[in-house]
């Protein structure tokens, strides 16, 4: 396998950069004037922004806070931008380490240990869960586990880094194991623990708005405490997602414009995407959160072994994974891991959204060949009707 690493960081700035200039475009069309600086909340619908140009006072009715959140650090753990890296140093390093440990295997950090372990790294991964990727289905989960071990990647659960001793050019770590302690050495570390809202220094004393464990308390509509102050995103809380942002933003603001008709953010009807290889999708709930609430349920599973795209495309690992009510027909929560199923994840996401029952998805005529099909017949196997296995 050959590759130019440095051309690979460069071509991804070169996105981003497109990408935010796009937005920045966009802001120009709709005539939105931005101010670059500081700001603080002063109370009483009044923002500080501090710039080069000096200060000014903003004054509305309705402000919304837009902060997002940035990596968490583990006391004694912290991140040095060096040896020691947080997500942003993980994505544009000057050159490839040869062998690099994740602390934490959530999806930033299972996308790291992929990606890198894609290049020929040698990648271990370290997390305090008793599995990988613990939001997600157990089940999905284990084959995660299973796919990425047989890719050479080394998995350590309920497993704490308890200290980091940082060399010249590595980065000896302890670690407190189920068997007891061990030594990693690694020429970086990647932390990836979690995210902490941006909520401090941005005047929130000054308001009736609360933060709780660095995220701040908002009501279904993004309302603080404070009238007329709102946050959505990630300083709003779990999940930290782009696209919960983006819909999130767009539900505030037309509350705020007196929009009639509007729905609630459903927390439940976010997808969540693990871009790693293989690929990990979901929405709504897993077997046993449904279970713990209440539901007798009818899963449904169909192997990409079994599907005639899959096979032609020699990517045959993995699985999709329905849940349904038995007693209702509802789509409760949908699960998959394989190729290309952060694109096929939406399906069941409308069909939620539709409140579809397995009657509707089960009569749907699915194209052939195509990996969505893998959908249809996970939805057959919950009733006993699949067709391919």
Same mark, same amino acid.
């Given at each position: 396998m050959q590759f130019d690493f440095p051309k690979m960081v460069a071509r991804s700035r070169e996105v981003a950069g497109t990408l935010n200039k796009g937005v920045t475009q966009l802001l120009k069309k709709n005539k939105v004037t931005v101010y670059a600086g500081h700001a603080q909340l002063k109370g009483q619908g009044t923002v500080e922004v501090d710039s080069d140009t000096g200060k000014e006072t903003l004054a509305s009715n309705s402000i919304v806070l837009a902060t997002g959140a940035r990596a968490r650090s583990l006391p004694g753990l912290e991140p040095d931008g060096n040896r020691v890296w947080t997500y942003k140093e993980a994505m544009t390093p000057a050159t490839l380490p040869k062998s690099v440990l994740v602390m934490g295997a959530g999806a930033i950090g299972i996308e790291f240990a992929s990606f890198y372990n894609s290049l020929g790294v040698d990648v271990t991964v370290v997390e305090a869960m008793s599995r990988i990727l613990p939001v997600e289905d157990a089940e999905i989960s284990n084959l995660a586990e299973k796919a990425f071990r047989q890719k050479g990647i080394r998995i350590l659960t309920d497993t704490r880094v308890t200290e980091l001793r940082k060399g010249a050019d590595s980065v000896t770590a302890e670690v407190e194991t189920p068997n007891g302690a061990e030594t990693v050495e690694a020429d970086r570390v990647i932390s990836a623990v979690g995210v902490v809202g941006n909520s401090e220094n941005i005047g929130l004393e000054n308001t009736r708005a609360e933060a709780e464990r660095s995220f701040i308390q908002v009501d279904e509509?993004?309302?603080?405490?404070? !009238?007329?102050?709102?946050?959505?995103?990630?300083?709003?809380?779990?999940?930290?997602?782009?696209?919960?942002?983006?819909?999130?933003? &767009?539900?505030?603001?037309?509350?705020?414009?007196?929009?009639?008709?509007?729905?609630?953010?459903?927390?439940?009807?976010?997808?969540?995407?693990?871009? #790693? #290889?293989?690929?990990?999708?979901?929405?709504?709930?897993?077997?046993?959160?449904? *279970?713990?609430?209440?539901?007798?349920?009818?899963?449904?599973?169909? !192997?990409?072994?079994?599907?005639? *795209?899959?096979?032609?495309?020699?990517?045959?690992?993995?699985?999709? *994974? /329905? &849940?349904?009510?038995?007693?209702?027909?509802?789509?409760?929560?949908?699960?998959?891991?394989?190729?290309? &199923? /952060?694109?096929?994840?939406?399906?069941?996401?409308?069909?939620?959204?539709?409140?579809?029952?397995?009657?509707?998805?089960?009569?749907?005529?699915?194209?052939?060949? /195509?990996?969505?099909?893998?959908?249809?017949?996970?939805?057959?196997?919950?009733?006993? *009707?699949?067709?391919?296995?």
């Open positions: 509509w993004s309302r603080t405490a404070e !009238p007329g102050l709102y946050a959505i995103g990630d300083v709003a809380g779990a999940p930290c997602l782009a696209h919960k942002a983006s819909h999130e933003a &767009v539900i505030c603001v037309e509350k705020i414009a007196g929009v009639e008709g509007l729905e609630p953010l459903d927390r439940d009807a976010v997808p969540g995407c693990t871009y #790693s #290889s293989p690929q990990i999708a979901s929405v709504g709930l897993s077997e046993d959160r449904a *279970k713990e609430q209440g539901h007798t349920v009818r899963v449904g599973r169909f !192997p990409f072994k079994a599907n005639g *795209k899959a096979i032609a495309m020699g990517e045959t690992d993995g699985l999709v *994974k /329905t &849940v349904f009510d038995e007693d209702t027909g509802e789509l409760l929560g949908a699960h998959m891991i394989g190729p290309e &199923v /952060t694109e096929m994840i939406q399906g069941y996401v409308v069909a939620r959204q539709l409140e579809t029952t397995e009657h509707e998805l089960m009569h749907a005529i699915f194209p052939h060949p /195509t990996l969505s099909e893998s959908m249809h017949e996970a939805t057959l196997d919950a009733y006993g *009707k699949v067709l391919h296995i």
